[in-house]
């Protein structure tokens, strides 16, 4: 239990952490989009391949994908640059599954990030966004998965739960890991062992790798 | 600097061009967010390195980190004894210490590396040898069972 180090945790809502580890991978994830107006000189830089060489500029309305930081910064301007649209997972299709039943989507395939992915989103003005807010918190999918995961990690002790922890998203994965935590501790005080000094992970962690070098 | 030529080319009146600058300043921006968030990241890792292991920290790691960063160490340790010193009366309080409440003074430790001699108050000297058992007052062994070398032992 390493209980010194605390990362930077990711963002609620809409806002991201500057600074979370968690935050700048979601932020990886890429949008689709469209071009609004030709964009020149970029050819190369956001894979289009085609063309004379790199002094290619790419017409108006060619589709591309861009990440989500990109698509925020080139955003702030009156909107003119880039136009995004949703991904498929968080369209109306997607939404009516996820209404049937939460719990049977693997939300880890669809993109490792789907709530906090989907909170960035609602940063694009979007007709659809009070749905896809609704969507992503309410009934549909977080409160209907929430109690599996409370469940789950409450009372897997000791147990190989990569069957469990496969099929979530890492938000949910997060609250599985501290529900994890909650009870080991609380299985280690039940023993005894709660009084036990123990060697902390981080220094076991570094005891198990292999320096290049030691100095003297 | 291509991205300040463009910028010059741009006020000087072609405006398609500010996506390019929007761009690039977006990847800039991204690098430093990148950039800026892994050093905080190590910092922090630094920090509790502090209160896991010890005020002294092996070599191995030591050489890992940039002089900047056994700076900072230096002077957190610097605040942290300083704070430590202000709070408990006269002499002080380690908050280091005692981590986990303590059931009793004495406990009952196993060596799990070869350490050489140690010395406890009365000044007895004991040998830690591999696999050697010893019964120790706590607030010695606490470091050196949270360094890896002792194994505490419940009975």
Same mark, same amino acid.
């Given at each position: 239990?390493?209980?010194?180090?605390?990362?930077?945790?990711?963002?609620?809502?809409?806002?991201?952490?500057?600074?979370?580890?968690?935050? +700048?991978?979601?932020?990886?994830?890429?949008?689709?989009?469209?071009?609004?107006?030709?964009?020149?000189?970029?050819?190369? $830089?956001?894979?289009?391949?085609?063309?004379?060489?790199?002094?290619?500029?790419?017409?108006?309305?060619?589709?591309?994908?861009?990440?989500?930081?990109?698509?925020?910064?080139? &955003?702030?301007?009156?909107? &003119?640059?880039?136009?995004?649209?949703?991904?498929?997972?968080?369209?109306?299709?997607?939404?009516?599954?996820?209404?049937?039943?939460?719990?049977?989507?693997?939300?880890?395939?669809?993109?490792? #990030? #789907?709530?906090?992915?989907?909170?960035?989103?609602?940063?694009?003005?979007?007709?659809?966004?009070?749905? +896809?807010?609704?969507?992503?918190?309410?009934?549909?999918?977080?409160?209907?998965?929430?109690?599996?995961?409370?469940?789950?990690?409450?009372?897997? #002790?000791?147990?190989?739960?990569?069957?469990?922890?496969? &099929?979530?998203?890492?938000?949910?994965?997060?609250?599985? &890991?501290?529900?994890?935590?909650?009870?080991?501790?609380?299985?280690?005080?039940?023993?005894?062992? $709660?009084?036990? +000094?123990?060697?902390?992970?981080?220094?076991?962690?570094?005891?198990?790798?292999?320096?290049?070098?030691?100095?003297? | 600097?291509?991205?300040? *030529?463009?910028?010059?080319?741009?006020?000087?009146?072609?405006?398609?061009?500010?996506?390019?600058?929007?761009?690039?300043?977006?990847?800039?921006?991204?690098?430093?967010?990148?950039?800026? *968030?892994?050093?905080?990241?190590?910092?922090? !890792?630094?920090? *509790?390195?502090?209160?896991?292991?010890?005020?002294?920290?092996?070599? *191995?790691?030591?050489?890992?980190?940039?002089?900047?960063?056994?700076?900072?160490?230096?002077?957190?340790?610097?605040?942290?004894?300083?704070?430590?010193?202000?709070?408990?009366?006269?002499?002080?309080?380690?908050?280091?210490?005692?981590?986990?409440?303590?059931?009793?003074?004495?406990?009952?430790?196993r060596c799990l590396r070869d350490y050489?001699?140690?010395?406890?108050?009365?000044?007895?000297?004991?040998?830690l040898k591999k696999n050697s058992?010893?019964?120790?007052? !706590?607030?010695?062994?606490?470091?050196?069972?949270?360094?890896?070398i002792?194994?505490?032992?419940?009975?």
């Amino acid at each position: 239990m390493a209980e010194a180090y605390f990362p930077v945790g990711p963002g609620l809502g809409p806002e991201e952490n500057f600074l979370s580890l968690d935050d +700048i991978l979601m932020s990886q994830e890429k949008l689709p989009g469209r071009a609004e107006t030709s964009l020149p000189r970029l050819a190369f $830089a956001l894979g289009q391949g085609s063309g004379a060489g790199s002094g290619d500029s790419i017409p108006e309305g060619s589709k591309l994908e861009v990440p989500v930081w990109l698509a925020k910064g080139l &955003r702030d301007s009156k909107r &003119r640059l880039i136009s995004v649209e949703l991904p498929k997972i968080y369209k109306e299709a997607w939404r009516t599954v996820f209404s049937a039943d939460a719990n049977v989507v693997d939300l880890h395939k669809m993109g490792p #990030y #789907y709530y906090g992915f989907g909170s960035q989103l609602l940063n694009f003005d979007n007709p659809e966004n009070p749905e +896809i807010a609704q969507t992503i918190l309410q009934a549909s999918t977080f409160i209907s998965r929430f109690r599996r995961i409370m469940d789950s990690s409450q009372n897997a #002790y000791n147990e190989d739960t990569s069957a469990l922890v496969a &099929r979530l998203d890492e938000l949910e994965r997060a609250l599985f &890991r501290a529900g994890q935590k909650g009870l080991n501790d609380f299985q280690c005080w039940e023993k005894g062992q $709660a009084s036990q +000094i123990t060697v902390s992970s981080l220094v076991q962690n570094y005891g198990k790798r292999k320096f290049t070098e030691m100095d003297g | 600097e291509r991205n300040q *030529a463009d910028v010059s080319e741009a006020k000087a009146g072609r405006t398609d061009l500010i996506f390019l600058i929007r761009f690039r300043h977006c990847c800039l921006l991204r690098n430093q967010r990148c950039i800026v *968030a892994y050093l905080y990241d190590r910092l922090l !890792r630094i920090r *509790a390195l502090r209160w896991e292991y010890g005020s002294i920290l092996p070599s *191995a790691i030591q050489f890992h980190m940039s002089a900047e960063e056994v700076e900072w160490f230096n002077r957190y340790k610097k605040s942290l004894a300083t704070y430590m010193r202000s709070v408990g009366g006269e002499e002080g309080l380690d908050l280091t210490q005692d981590m986990k409440p303590p059931k009793s003074l004495y406990i009952e430790v196993r060596c799990l590396r070869d350490y050489g001699e140690f010395e406890i108050d009365d000044g007895t000297t004991v040998l830690l040898k591999k696999n050697s058992q010893h019964f120790l007052p !706590r607030w010695k062994c606490e470091q050196l069972i949270r360094q890896g070398i002792l194994e505490h032992i419940l009975s």
